[in-house]
């Protein structure tokens, strides 16, 4: 979601709706060019909405569905598979099941590269139509307050369309099953980035029917007039009582979870939306929202409800994919006059770590832990104390334990020391100079000795 700003957004919103009123004469926009859509991940909606979205507007497709029916399979590095691809085609579609996956296609393609899912980490397609369907059903997102609700710890879709809606002013609900709370790599973005506040829920702030939608924690976007600090006596459960503008579903992700993790889906504390929940006075007036597919935690007898929305949301991404291709194969253009930089977009420049060695990712989905061959891991300093470094392939949180300077050349060999990472020296070291170890025996591996504030 980082690489389009919010008028970018709207830009693709406004060809969506031009497209989805004229679709029988799209089919020149594109003739001539190819689309690779390679879906290392099942898929019915993304995969057949982009297709079906390239042939609308006159140009082809070729496709992968299986790694196993591609030379990945014999050991070829994504690298290779994207630099071959971009040769064919001119623009991919990939989804794969390593986090950050997208992002070295991108590096490697040469064409224009669009995310169709990596791993849990984000799914940014599935967000701007949903953003599209809210906008499209409430005139507007700023001021809304909308529920996540579900596996929020792997929910792909939730960690994009989180960032999504704080960068377009809505304050967020979260309810997660139990063990699913949402990413320390989002709530830090959503709150050092885009400057929103998080407070965590006690009993107080749940709505009246607590067993029904019991909250975990509340985001408040700085654009809304209740900021939790200029109110700190503000009652949670009186907003929830004036309306949930939309509840946004998601399943238990299985197929990310380890074995044995412990956490389990449906039937086992999982929160269920059905015509119970939807009676309350809270969600009167919700749209029902979910990326699909569904399993249990959304209940058919939705289906006729006129709050439910997942199925023209499904519909929504063939207009809104064929905006967003054509104006990436530079077939339409964006209006200039709209694309500025975004009013909520992120305010951090994080400094970079790249030394490539000392620390990794400690995500073993992240792209950059199974492709090592090639990919250097490189990091963003989010954090000085505690140290906390940001995989920028999955967004995952790295903690190193130990920190060095690359100075030390200029004293002795004596001065050739790691120290703890939470001790004073984690903020003295100049930036440029910053080390970072994982592990004593990492640190020993590059020559250096334990200094004075080593604790093990
Ligand atoms: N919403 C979504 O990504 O659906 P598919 O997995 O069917 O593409």
Not at 38 to 56: C, D, G, N, Q, Y
Request: net charge neutral; proline share 5%; glycine share 8%.
């Amino acid at each position: 979601m980082d690489d389009l700003t919010n008028e970018e957004i709207e830009a693709v919103f406004c060809l969506a709706d031009e497209m989805a009123e004229s679709m029988g004469e799209q089919a020149g926009v594109c003739r001539g060019k190819i689309m690779a859509s390679l879906f290392f991940e099942p898929s019915t909606r993304t995969r057949l909405s982009f297709e079906a979205a390239m042939l609308r507007l006159g140009g082809q497709v070729i496709t992968a569905v299986d790694i196993g029916a591609t030379s990945l399979a014999k050991g070829e590095s994504i690298a290779d598979m994207a630099r071959v691809v971009g040769s064919y085609a001119d623009i991919i579609v990939i989804r794969h099941p390593w986090e950050g996956a997208a992002r070295v296609v991108a590096d490697y393609a040469g064409v224009p590269v669009i995310n169709a899912g990596d791993g849990g980490h984000e799914h940014p397609t599935q967000t701007l139509l949903d953003l599209y369907t809210i906008r499209k059903e409430r005139g507007a997102i700023k001021g809304l307050k909308i529920a996540l609700w579900g596996d929020l710890k792997y929910g792909r879709t939730v960690h994009s369309l989180a960032c999504a809606l704080a960068r377009f002013g809505a304050s967020i609900l979260f309810r997660p099953g139990p063990g699913l709370e949402m990413p320390e790599h989002v709530v830090r973005k959503l709150t050092k980035e885009y400057g929103g506040e998080l407070r965590k829920c006690d009993v107080g702030d749940q709505p009246t029917r607590g067993d029904l939608f019991s909250l975990d924690a509340i985001y408040v976007t700085p654009s809304t007039p209740h900021q939790l600090a200029m109110m700190p006596d503000i009652s949670i459960q009186v907003e929830l009582e004036k309306g949930v503008d939309a509840i946004y579903v998601t399943r238990f992700q299985k197929e990310r979870h380890a074995q044995g993790d412990g956490v389990q889906g449906s039937g086992t504390g999982y929160p269920v939306v059905d015509k119970r929940l939807l009676k309350e006075k809270t969600f009167r007036e919700t749209l029902v929202m979910h990326p699909l597919p569904r399993i249990d935690e959304l209940a058919h007898e939705l289906d006729a409800d006129p709050r439910s929305m997942y199925f023209k949301q499904a519909a929504r991404g063939v207009p809104i994919r064929m905006a967003l291709t054509s104006l990436l194969l530079g077939a339409r253009q964006l209006d200039a006059s709209t694309v500025r930089e975004p009013a909520g977009a992120r305010k951090t420049d994080y400094p970079v770590y790249d030394r490539g060695f000392g620390v990794m990712c400690q995500n073993r989905n992240c792209v950059s832990v199974n492709e090592k061959r090639y990919i250097k891991p490189e990091f963003r300093i989010v954090s000085r104390r505690p140290l906390t470094l940001m995989c920028i392939y999955c967004e995952h949180e790295v903690h190193p334990r130990y920190v060095a300077s690359a100075e030390w050349h200029e004293g002795t060999l004596e001065s050739k020391r790691y120290h703890s990472a939470d001790s004073h020296w984690a903020g003295k070291i100049r930036l440029e100079n910053l080390i970072a170890f994982d592990s004593e025996s990492e640190a020993r591996s590059r020559g250096f000795k334990p200094g004075r504030y080593t604790r093990d």
